[in-house]
């Protein structure tokens, strides 16, 4: 088949960007190399597989970045946001989804479409047409080496770790309860582990002596990212540090006593079917054996048995704010753009709007005409602003959307009403930039 733009990788932004182009009337090969070769993170072929959580964290778009870089996309006709509504459990205000289901409707619907062509084949060198690299964290090494010999640059790196996923039928809930966060809404979402305090110390102790996964000599100096830091990383930080993060209590009133626990450990839903569920914040680098031991000491958990344990593997990404255009496009050889967590986004929403921006910035340069990027006011464009224009490249790291990335409001706004000022101003000035 003759195509007019090759995708290489069909991850969350891969397979955005086909959509977004195909949508177009454009025509793609989208090359994923799972089906041939498999990676250390991915369990299936399925194309937007999610490797790490089962959510896309809040919806909210009236007081929170990521709910309102949802609602963006959904006016942009987001493969993935669409497949994500379709396939949503429950998670309070998050949007998380039946993994294998949503999964499922995405591969479908790229296979399906008349304009795509999915090829199961390994790419290894820099395609000379019109491309989208968005081969995400886990590049095959001669490809990253290809991309290495045309910019010039190392690609920087770090770690990422998995949550180990619980089967609710060995959860005791004797023990356990459900309840959402100060009973948020009539919702009760998530099911809380509680500890006392002498239970707490000793499950840090465990976590900090546990034996971890050893360093191979080349990982030694590669940084975590802040937003998937290991639960035995988090607790190394400080005896308290837990407590006012994945294991926080505030606002969890324990049916069997009335009061707040001293910690507590939260599961969320992770397929439809209400089997599966991930245990929130507890990526970690525990070897296989000491997670069973250490995460059974949880109240609730003794008995836990689990679908999958955590995991850890290694992440790349480019320094893209130097070498990236404003439209993703690559400045030492233009034919190439590049989207999703290769180009130092993170997260998985933040991954398919990137790929949704690269798919309309090629669609409309083969149209003919320029795109203009996204204000930076949006969430869209604040993201877009940070990868292409994040400042010293040499510092540059991940980044999940965030409103420190918009700028700021009129001073006369007050600070109560600030989250509001950001979302009413972006809804907006997209609904302006989306008529040109």
């Known amino acids: 088949m003759t195509y007019q733009v090759h995708i290489i990788g069909g991850g969350l932004a891969g397979s955005e960007a086909a959509w977004q182009l195909a949508e177009a009337g454009i025509t793609v090969r989208l090359s994923e190399m799972r089906g041939l070769e498999p990676t250390a993170a991915h369990k299936t072929e399925q194309l937007a597989e999610l490797v790490c959580s089962n959510s896309f964290r809040s919806d909210d778009d009236t007081s929170n970045a990521v709910g309102l870089l949802h609602a963006e996309m959904r006016s942009m006709g987001s493969l993935i946001l669409r497949e994500a509504d379709k396939h949503r459990v429950p998670a309070g205000s998050a949007l998380a989804v039946d993994r294998d289901g949503y999964a499922a409707g995405v591969t479908e619907a790229i296979s399906g479409h008349p304009n795509i062509t999915l090829v199961r084949e390994r790419v290894d060198t820099l395609p000379d047409g ?102 035995e990383v988090m607790a190394s930080r400080g005896l308290e540090t837990l407590r006012h993060g994945p294991m926080k209590p505030v606002g969890l009133d324990n049916p069997k006593t009335g009061r707040w626990p001293y910690a507590v450990v939260q599961l969320r839903q992770d397929n439809a079917l209400g089997t599966l569920w991930n245990m929130v914040g507890f990526q970690t680098k525990l070897k296989h054996a000491e997670q069973v031991r250490v995460f059974r000491m949880i109240p609730g958990l003794e008995k836990a048995e689990f679908a999958r344990l955590g995991g850890l593997h290694r992440n790349t990404f480019i320094k893209s704010p130097k070498l990236l255009d404003t439209s993703l496009r690559l400045k030492s050889r233009p034919n190439i753009r590049f989207a999703g967590q290769i180009t130092g986004c993170e997260g998985y929403i933040e991954s398919a709007a990137v790929g949704l921006l690269a798919g309309r910035f090629l669609a409309a340069e083969l149209a003919g005409r320029e795109m ?18 994040g400042g010293d490249a040499t510092t540059y790291q991940p980044m999940n959307v965030n409103f420190g990335l918009f700028p700021p409001l009129p001073e006369k706004v007050r600070k109560a009403d600030r989250k509001r000022g950001y979302t009413d101003r972006a809804k907006s000035d997209l609904a302006t930039w989306l008529k040109t």
């Open 130 to 231: 019109p491309a989208i690299i968005a081969t995400g964290p886990l590049t095959a090494a001669a490809l990253a080496e290809a991309v290495g010999a045309e910019t010039g640059e190392e690609a920087l790196a770090f770690f990422d770790a998995l949550a180990p996923i619980v089967y609710h039928e060995t959860i005791d809930m004797d023990v356990a309860w459900m309840a959402s966060r100060w009973d948020k809404g009539d919702t009760k979402d998530y099911i809380n582990c509680p500890m006392d305090k002498e239970q707490y110390l000793k499950f840090v102790d465990a976590l900090l002596t546990g034996e971890k996964t050893e360093f191979k000599e080349w990982e030694a100096n590669t940084p975590y990212f802040d937003g998937c830091m290991p639960i």
């Open 372 to 389: 203009a990027p996204p204000p930076s006011t949006t969430a869209l464009g604040a993201l877009l602003n940070h990868i292409t224009a």
